[in-house]
């Protein structure tokens, strides 16, 4: 993807701003990866400068609400937390990869894993694979092409586990113990952004699921869109904020597209820390 990761966002703020706050984040990254500070016994919080730049409206415009966690109705979804978005061996990383630091969305995400295991909530993964037949769709949307021309989540086939440890379609490191228990649902996996095509309502509503903390990748594509979906088929939504990110390219920054329409049509949109601490209450 021949893509500028330091190209300017879409947001209301000047371009030296965003620059300079950029090439401090990714200084600080650069340092603490070579100290070997960024693992998963090292929580990397969202920075200030993210906290600044996608801040709430100091008075917004619409009303109000939140979501409840009702014990035994209540789930943790959390779509593709694989390797092709989260690392940075990951092939959407150049262009992902500054919004994934800035919130440090990757420890956030097993944070909001433990805070629900020890709870004893469900955890339901929603995963993108493509197999080979996928390759041969007739007509595609603008990522979708990208996705299979990078050749993004492959695997080849959908019986076949040949070559998935460690690939870009494989479980991010740290996460493989939550998801690995034997207890985590791990859906069908959806094909183009949204669960229309998986299985997630099915098991969910086999589960008596009917609310949702939502979390995961990438925040303006298939998080966004299992949101909406999830809506219209009557669950309520709580949204992660820290605990997505998206692609920063010259047609916008995904994470502030993504987390305008969170305020808009989510039943709640958290922080990571409220979140870990609402679960950790509901136990």
């Given at each position: 993807m021949d893509h500028d990761p330091h190209h300017a966002c879409g947001?209301?703020?000047?371009?030296?701003?965003?620059?300079?706050?950029?090439?401090?984040?990714?200084?600080?990254?650069a340092a603490a990866t070579a100290a070997g500070t960024l693992t998963a016994g090292a929580a990397m919080a969202a920075t200030d400068e993210a906290r600044a730049l996608y801040a709430d409206p100091d008075t917004p415009g619409l009303p109000q609400i939140d979501m409840e966690i009702a014990p035994g109705r209540t789930a943790l979804v959390v779509t593709d937390p694989?390797?092709?978005?989260?690392?940075?061996?990951?092939?959407?990383?150049?262009?992902?990869?500054?919004?994934?630091?800035?919130?440090?969305?990757?420890?956030?995400?097993?944070?909001?894993?433990?805070?629900?295991?020890?709870?004893?909530?469900?955890?339901?993964?929603?995963?993108?694979?493509?197999?080979?037949?996928?390759h041969s769709w007739e007509f595609e949307g603008t990522l979708e092409r990208?996705?299979?021309?990078?050749?993004?989540?492959?695997r080849p086939g959908p019986l076949d586990l040949d070559g998935f440890e460690g690939s870009?379609?494989?479980?991010?490191?740290?996460?493989?113990?939550y998801i690995e228990d034997?207890?985590?649902?791990?859906?069908?996996?959806?094909?183009?952004?949204?669960?229309?095509?998986?299985?997630?309502?099915?098991?969910?509503?086999?589960?008596?699921?009917d609310k949702v903390i939502l979390a995961g990748m990438s925040a303006n594509l298939c998080t966004q869109a299992h949101l909406y979906e999830m809506l219209e088929l009557g669950y309520e939504v709580a949204v992660v904020r820290d605990a997505t990110a998206g692609a920063k390219v010259p047609e916008g920054d995904g994470y502030l597209a993504a987390i305008i329409n969170f305020r808009m049509v989510a039943n709640?949109?958290?922080?990571?820390?409220?979140?870990?601490?609402?679960?950790?209450r509901s136990a």
């Open positions: 947001c209301d703020v000047t371009p030296e701003k965003v620059d300079m706050a950029r090439r401090r984040l990714m200084k600080g990254a694989q390797i092709d978005f989260l690392s940075e061996d990951g092939v959407t990383w150049g262009v992902v990869g500054e919004s994934v630091t800035e919130q440090g969305t990757v420890d956030n995400i097993e944070r909001l894993f433990a805070a629900a295991k020890a709870a004893g909530m469900p955890v339901f993964i929603s995963p993108h694979y493509y197999y080979p037949h996928d990208t996705m299979h021309s990078i050749g993004m989540f492959d870009g379609a494989d479980w991010m490191p740290q996460y493989k113990k034997g207890e985590t649902i791990v859906c069908s996996p959806h094909k183009v952004y949204g669960p229309a095509q998986n299985d997630l309502n099915l098991q969910l509503r086999k589960r008596g699921i709640g949109v958290w922080w990571t820390d409220d979140a870990v601490d609402r679960i950790a």
